[in-house]
Antibody, heavy 116, light 107 residues
Framework: QVKLLQSGAELVKPGASVKLSCKTS????????MSWLKQVPGPSIEWIGW????????NYNQKFKGKATLTVDKSSSTAYMDLSSLTSEDAAVYFC?????????WGQGTLVTVSS | DVVLTQSPATLSVTPGERISLSCRAS??????LHWYQQKPNESPRLLIK???QSISGIPSRFSGSGSGTDFTLSINGVELEDLSIYYC?????????FGSGTKLEIK
């Protein structure tokens, strides 16, 4: 069955970067769109962007341009998101999800804490 | 950005009730409107896609309707396991956006 396994919780210092991973199985990764989403207590969910695993094409929410960079490794069916120059505003749970305009399968989420 | 307004913010329910949750868009999203359920400390789960299309494995008591700017998620006979937060999400206009959710709680 479809599985999306995300990397573990991260504690990062302000100004640092972090790379989150999302290892997938149970579907054809190379022809799939993978999206990333951010959830902060509130609760609210924001769409960060998607990447097409076939050719690495991306589409970002303007709000996250320069903050998030999406990549994939087709050989390991894994999607990645780099978050740069972290501030307290970036503290959240980040989800990967399979899909482009709707999200049928989600990872378990990765908690990112930003603290010195 | 398309703003999705969900109402009510909180709904107190009695098991067995039929209930309706509302999602209103600030501009037309056609039928590119999806519903999710999120339980505490879990990932969201897709319940309904494209406003009214059912999802395999989702109980039949969940249904969706609407198009354009007004959408409804109905639960026909609420069960205790349905106590969650429900979100709508539009996939028509970039950036895709979510509503702020409706929390279902026991009366």
């Amino acid at each position: 069955q479809v599985k999306l396994l995300q990397s573990g919780a991260e504690l990062v210092k302000p100004g640092a970067s972090v790379k989150l991973s999302c290892k997938t199985s149970g579907f054809t990764f190379s022809t799939s769109y993978m999206s990333w989403l951010k959830q902060v207590p509130g609760p609210s969910i924001e769409w960060i962007g998607w990447i097409y695993a076939g050719d690495g094409g991306t589409n970002y929410n303007q709000k996250f341009k320069g903050k998030a960079t999406l990549t994939v490794d087709k050989s390991s069916s894994t999607a990645y998101m780099d978050l740069s120059s972290l501030t307290s505003e970036d503290a959240a749970v980040y989800f990967c999800a399979r899909g482009k305009v709707g999200f049928a399968y989600w990872g378990q989420g990765t908690l990112v804490t930003v603290s010195s | 950005d398309v703003v999705l307004t969900q109402s009510p913010a909180t709904l107190s329910v009695t098991p067995g009730e039929r209930i309706s949750l509302s999602c209103r868009a600030s501009e037309s999203v056609d039928t590119y409107l999806h519903w999710y359920q999120q339980k505490p400390n879990e990932s969201p789960r897709l319940l309904i896609k494209y406003a009214s299309q059912s999802i395999s494995g989702i109980p039949s008591r969940f249904s969706g309707s609407g198009s354009g700017t007004d959408f409804t998620l109905s639960i026909n006979g609420v069960e205790l396991e349905d106590l969650s937060i429900y979100y709508c999400q539009q996939g028509n206009s970039l950036p895709f956006t979510f509503g702020s959710g409706t929390k279902l709680e026991i009366k």
